[in-house]
């Protein structure tokens, strides 16, 4: 069993964990035609080839995605909380139509777990404990380790 968790967004990532192997990439990304405020968008076609590359056909896969919300005060823009959703839709798509069904994770959920907030630096530390050899070297990998942290959640929930 291969445990997927995904941090959505266009600077988000996506982590497989199995008893074998941890691996832990950012989410591919093209860029957007046009000359908008955003210039970049999930780039489908290669995440679909990610995930069939670190889920091999016949092996079996539960997805767990970062619910996300455009609500909840964090006042950003609307092209920001559109262009969440965009990603969040995309991400959604990809795993559907290679026969996953996403599980839809609540952050406070699987921070709780932890024992963490929404402070990135520790999610960080917590994922850097639990996979040393993870790629989480430095401070902007945060959206890694909370793809990983979401995937350990995974793996040790079973949902």
């Given at each position: 069993m291969i445990y997927i968790g995904i941090d959505p967004g266009l600077s988000g990532a996506i982590s497989f964990l199995s008893e074998r192997s941890c691996?832990?990439?950012?989410?591919?990304?093209?860029?957007l035609p046009g000359n908008g405020l955003i210039t970049r968008k999930i780039d489908g076609r290669s995440l679909a080839a990610l995930i069939?590359?670190?889920?091999?056909?016949?092996?079996?896969?539960e997805a767990y995605l970062e619910q996300v919300s455009t609500m909840g005060g964090k006042n950003n823009a609307v092209q920001t909380q559109g262009s969440l959703m965009r990603s969040l839709g995309a991400i959604e798509t990809v795993l559907?139509?290679?026969?996953?069904?996403?599980?839809?994770?609540a952050?406070?959920?699987?921070?709780r777990f932890y024992g963490l907030d929404a402070?990135?630096?520790?999610?960080?530390?917590?994922?850097?404990?639990?996979?040393?050899?993870?790629p989480l070297s430095l401070v902007k990998h945060h959206n890694r380790a909370?793809?990983?942290?979401?995937?350990?959640?995974g793996l040790r929930n079973k949902a």
């Open positions: 691996v832990v990439e950012d989410l591919p990304t093209m860029p069939r590359k670190n889920v091999p056909i016949g092996e079996t896969a559907e139509c290679l026969g996953y069904r996403p599980t839809m994770l952050p406070q959920k699987w921070k402070d990135k630096k520790k999610a960080l530390a917590t994922a850097r404990g639990l996979y040393a050899s993870a909370e793809s990983l942290l979401i995937a350990h959640w």
